[in-house]
């Protein structure tokens, strides 16, 4: 049976480089065929109806920091399950047909990658105008008709579409890196599997907002030695000032530690969901 | 001498919306100007180099979380400080030049704007094409050009730009509303000053990522019965995985109590920002 990976496209997204590398991964003897969804939220809800089998979808950047749609949508979506993370580092390139840097008067691209440009974009070209776009791919079809339009993308989308690279290697920070999450339906086998997982992630909401009510959540964890590798915030759309917390865990949800924690936790939380474990593997940039 | 208060422009955004109401709170006797900017990094860059004298900047939606750009720039220039929170509430329409929701087939608006009405959108207009824009005022200028265009907005914006109302009140959310702070320079008489404030703002990084780092700087504030109403973690942009965390917390910063708090939390922390602190406001939205 045919598997599909469902991405944030057109073709030559960052998400479809990790879907790549994903599929480069598996030892699947069938036929492989990458999805291509306008929306991250679209993405993981083809995952949900059954239209496709993984997504791969960004879920942090070492610079921008969350990407919060992913994380709102797998609270929504209640049957999915994280299988493991990517983490690709991110090398921009400024794409264009205009034969100089001075020549540029607009610059296109998705709001993180422009963001994570600004002071390259500052030093550079100080006066263009920065004009946001669904995805950094989809920035490039500006190209063809203007000729003073420049676009942030990366090599491999440049070698795809066959565009110029006017300037390389823009980002701000040169260790910018973002972590993506293969994303599944919830199976019972793989929760009961033998291998070992090194990351946990969880998410909850807590009954009410009195003093010390996330102490107790963290020190559950504390005490036990599990590190957490990060705490996210996410209004829960209710009031102003509510809140869901995101949590990744350094360890496996099936060791007798972090289900023991689990059960605490629940007794504090008023809805808990645990999106699974799974390993974190750095894969290379198609460049 | 005139007072200059910076926003997010151009005229016609909420953040315009929320310098007026800062503006008619002021006994001020002087001429007040509001400067518009295009960018919210630009607007509080404006106050650090003394060009305008407040800034009035979105800091977190009810729906969509955070605004990052504003914590990122607050942790970046040092002579900052927040006077005031305002609350305004935030209720979109949709304008267009088109006879009905049938014509359109592109609707531009700030990314923040398509995603507090994404489930309107998905239910009214599931095929447009979204298109990402600078601000909710800058989606406006496509309407002209492109009778099939939609801008989502301000009816404030509609009375002002004299743009027809296609749908009222199109957000998913009827609870919508976006907190903004008013920044100016640090200045010591108002520390001095002999005024209560009902909240404090802070922000710090941690020297290394241990089990339970997180767990000490929150337990300072539980022993002290000081509730937080909000934490907050952003990306160091040094490495995926390091964080600084900001904390609103319910409390005036010249308390006795939050002084041996903020001493205690710097014994723990590596980086130490105090943000001041201010009262919060419900504002009237003016449409």
């Known amino acids: 049976m045919a598997m599909l990976i469902a991405h944030l496209g057109p073709t030559g997204t960052y998400a479809e480089q990790a879907a790549l590398a994903y599929l480069n991964r598996l030892k699947y003897e069938e036929q492989i065929t990458l999805c291509p969804y306008p929306s991250i939220a679209q993405t993981l809800k083809a995952v949900a109806r059954g239209k496709a089998d993984v997504a791969v979808v960004p879920v942090e950047n070492s610079i921008e920091g969350s990407v919060t749609i992913t994380l709102d949508t797998l609270w929504q979506l209640d049957q999915l399950q994280i299988q493991l993370a990517l983490v690709l580092p991110i090398t921009h390139a400024l794409l264009s047909h205009a034969p100089s840097l001075e020549a540029i008067n607009t ?18 070209l100080p006066t263009v105008e920065l004009i946001p776009a669904n995805s950094t791919t989809e920035a490039l ?26 300037a390389r290697a823009i980002n701000d920070y040169p260790d910018n890196c973002t972590r993506f999450w293969v994303v599944g339906q919830r199976s019972v086998s793989r929760q009961m ?18 003093p010390g009510a996330l102490v107790k959540p963290l020190q559950i964890f504390a005490e036990r030695s599990i590190n957490l590798s990060r705490i996210e915030s996410r209004p829960t759309k209710r009031s102003l000032g509510e809140y869901l917390f995101f949590l990744d865990l350094e360890a496996d949800a099936n060791s007798p530690l972090v289900q023991s924690a689990i059960a605490e936790l629940s007794t504090f939380t008023e809805i808990l969901k645990l999106f ?9 940039s198609d460049s």
Chains 1, 2 share one sequence.
């Open 107 to 124: 610059v296109y691209s998705h709001p993180q990658a422009l963001a994570q440009c600004q002071g390259w974009l500052e030093q550079f």
């Open 141 to 166: 079809q500006h190209l063809e008709q203007e000729s003073s339009a420049g676009a942030i993308s990366s090599l491999r989308a440049a070698r795809i579409y066959n565009l110029p690279i006017l």
């Open 193 to 210: 599997s033998a291998v070992k997982y090194t990351h946990t992630s969880v998410a909850f909401s807590l009954p009410a907002n009195t």
């Open 276 to 284: 699974g474990s799974y390993n974190v593997v750095e894969v290379k």
